[in-house]
T-cell receptor, first 113, second 114 residues
Framework: ELKVEQNPLFLSMQEGKNYTIYCNYS?????LYWYRQDPGKSLESLFV?????AVKQEGRLMASLDTKARLSTLHITAAVHDLSATYFC?????????????FGTGTRLKVLA | KAGVTQTPRYLIKTRGQQVTLSCSPI?????VSWYQQTPGQGLQFLFE???????NKGNFPGRFSGRQFSNSRSEMNVSTLELGDSALYLC?????????????FGPGTRLTVL
């Protein structure tokens, strides 16, 4: 079964702290995506990771991909309230040029002032 | 530059009816993807269109169909609605649908089936 698991599902953290969200997936893929969703809003693309060892950073967020471990991490540095949102990872498990996006369950992040 | 637009934003239907949702991509984008988001199943990929052709499809029954027009606008149709089809339907556009492309999402259409 193709599965993408995120943990934690819920995360409440203080402003200024660091934390990491994990995304594990069940089959081989070298295409992983991170998205952000604010309450009641649509999705916003954050990062596209397309190879083993890929690392992308934007502001206080940094994403990495380890295809051998089938693991991606989203690291939050010195969190601020504006980062409060739900974060999704998605893995493309398609073969032979076809897309098959499988999304994780999402991590709901709340940053407390 | 205008973003991705979806119409209608909210829709209420009854079981057995059919519904058509519309998505207008960002100008110049030729790939349009559709997603379903529900509290129970989460986010699921429906299908992707490029140059009026469906290139990729998720695991949804044949009641879910779509099409893309020559101006890249896309429609999604759901026939014989079921209660479980109640969801937020999101469309996203990108330049070519290549894995490196950034997808830009519309605000979504919230469908309620009674």
């Amino acid at each position: 079964e193709l599965k993408v698991e995120q943990n934690p599902l819920f995360l409440s953290m203080q402003e200024g702290k660091n934390y990491t969200i994990y995304c594990n997936y069940s089959t081989t893929s070298d295409r992983l995506y991170w998205y952000r969703q604010d309450p009641g809003k649509s999705l916003e693309s954050l990062f596209v990771l397309l190879s083993n060892g890929a690392v992308k950073q934007e502001g206080r967020l940094m994403a990495s991909l380890d295809t051998k471990a089938r693991l991606s991490t989203l690291h939050i540095t010195a969190a601020v309230h504006d980062l409060s949102a739900t974060y999704f990872c998605a893995v493309d498990m398609g073969v032979r040029g076809t897309y098959k996006y499988i999304f994780g369950t999402g991590t709901r992040l709340k940053v407390l002032a | 530059k205008a973003g991705v637009t979806q119409t209608p934003r909210y829709l209420i239907k009854t079981r057995g009816q059919q519904v058509t949702l519309s998505c207008s991509p960002i100008s110049g984008h030729r790939s349009v993807s559709w997603y379903q988001q529900t509290p129970g199943q989460g986010l699921q990929f429906l299908f992707e269109y490029f140059s009026e052709t469906q290139r990729n499809k998720g695991n949804f029954p044949g009641r879910f169909s779509g099409r893309q027009f020559s101006n890249s606008r896309s429609e999604m149709n759901v026939s014989t609605l079921e209660l479980g089809d109640s969801a937020l339907y999101l469309c996203a556009s990108s330049l070519s649908g290549h894995p490196t492309d950034t997808q830009y999402f519309g605000p979504g259409t919230r469908l309620t089936v009674l």
